[in-house]
């Protein structure tokens, strides 16, 4: 929550000394907000809980009069596939629209293709999952409400550590975030003194990893780290059927990839930002009969920041 207020302050901050302004797109009734979201493809899922919590979000402030008198609306672009050419698209469809506020995007690589943008364009983005301080470094008007998963792959390089391991294999694969993680689990953890004995970085559309599987199997390893997030239900479950019996740690992992592994994740130990509150989780359980998952609770709770923000300056 300290976070939270240091991101309120910078917000109400920008919008006093005039470096964001509502007046120039905004009708009597109607405060509209872009969302570029990956709702389509690989990412799906977390752009589809996302979008969850931005809407129970809106709904909650429009039944409470909205901001200032003005209901809110979200306009949603999707960045399918996590792809920078479909972000940006994205960006400048809504910016045509004059819309220059955005909660999204959902992932880094789309994340940083829209950075600079916003930056050149004064637009201001709260992102609910990128995790990465190369997106809210760019520049004052970009925020992340994800903690830094640089900071979480260390701390699980750590953990493995601590509790006892020497000898660990790690698979990622090509995606830029996903290659990031594996090499930052592996450099803390040798750090520390441990030995990565088998560290393989599978190709991002790859769904088939039996090679992997033997490489890692054909090794002393201890214990194998995931970070190929995308496809990691598929490379459990290669593991399993191939007979590894290794402890699996993740990342970063979510309830449907957990589904999608069919039981090869159990046991699995995850270092994760996602702690919902329990309000949040009641609500979202009223709204939609299903559980939150990653980036449904920081989607609404950017939607609030906005809306507080907004309130405290009486800005529109």
């Not at 979201?37 to 990412?43: C, D, N, P, S, V």
């Not at 470094?137 to 509790?163: P, V």
């Not at 750090?191 to 490489?215: M, N």
Request: charged share 20%; hydrophobic share 40%; with cysteine.
């Amino acid at each position: 929550m300290k976070r939270y207020f240091w991101i309120i302050a910078a917000i109400i901050v920008l919008i006093i000394v005039g470096i964001i302004y509502f007046g120039n797109y905004q009708s009597e009734d109607t405060l509209k907000i872009g969302s570029i979201l990956i709702l389509t493809g690989k990412g799906s899922t977390a752009g589809a809980h996302s979008q969850k919590g931005i809407d129970l979000a809106v709904a909650e402030v429009n039944a409470n009069g909205g901001i200032n008198g003005k209901k809110l609306e979200v306009i949603y672009e999707d960045s399918s596939d996590n792809s920078p050419t479909a972000a940006v698209n994205a960006f400048y469809k809504l910016r045509s629209q004059g819309i220059d506020l955005f909660v999204g995007l959902t992932w880094w690589t789309s994340g940083l293709a829209v950075a600079p943008l916003a930056c050149e364009n004064e637009s201001l983005v709260i992102s609910p999952s990128i995790g990465s301080a190369d997106f809210y470094e760019s520049c004052d008007y970009l925020f992340d409400l994800w903690l830094n998963d640089d900071s979480l792959s260390e701390t699980l390089a750590d953990y493995l550590y601590e509790k006892g391991y020497k000898k660990i294999a790690i698979l990622g694969s090509k995606d830029s975030w996903e290659t990031t993680q594996a090499e930052n689990v592996k450099r803390a953890f040798e750090t520390l003194g441990g030995e990565v004995v088998s560290f393989q970085i599978a190709l991002y559309d790859q769904t088939d990893f039996k090679t992997e599987a033997l490489k890692i199997q054909n090794s002393d390893a201890q214990a194998i780290v995931f970070t190929n997030y995308a496809h990691e239900h598929l490379s459990a479950k290669r593991f399993k059927e191939m007979g590894i019996e290794l402890p699996f740690y993740s990342v970063l992992i979510d309830n449907t990839l957990i589904e999608g592994a069919e039981g090869a994740f159990e046991g699995t130990i995850v270092i994760n930002s996602f702690t919902p509150s329990n309000e949040f989780s009641e609500k979202y359980r009223t709204a939609y009969n299903q559980e939150p998952d990653g980036g449904a609770d920081t989607g609404y709770d950017a939607i609030m920041l906005l809306a507080t923000a907004i309130k405290e300056t009486d800005s529109i």
